[in-house]
């Protein structure tokens, strides 16, 4: 079971960085990495990567499914990662 307070607690954390304009100041290839670094920390506390990136994942450039930077999002996961599930299921399973 997820730790949802904690991954919605980062969450919030990583609103407030934006709103700070910390993530402008550290340019969008440092913010990737620093935000992608923190959720592979997150993951040994049984944090959400989609609960940590929520209504960020797209504003970021991050997937939160495979955990790369990326430029193009179908609902709510990079391209590639869409396209492979797409491939492997057939369809997208919500
Ligand atoms: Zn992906």
Do not use: W
Request: proline content about 2%.
């Amino acid at each position: 079971m997820s730790n949802h307070s904690g991954s919605y607690m980062l969450n919030d954390v990583l609103n407030t960085l934006q709103r700070y304009s910390v993530f402008d100041a550290l340019g969008k290839e440092k913010t990737q990495a620093m935000v992608i670094e923190i959720i592979k920390m997150s993951q040994q506390y049984d944090y959400n990567p989609g609960e940590i990136l929520e209504n960020m994942d797209e504003r970021l450039g991050i997937c939160h499914f495979c955990l790369s930077p990326a430029d193009e999002f179908h609902d709510g996961i990079c391209k590639k990662c869409h396209e492979r599930l797409v491939a492997k299921h057939g369809y997208l399973e919500k």
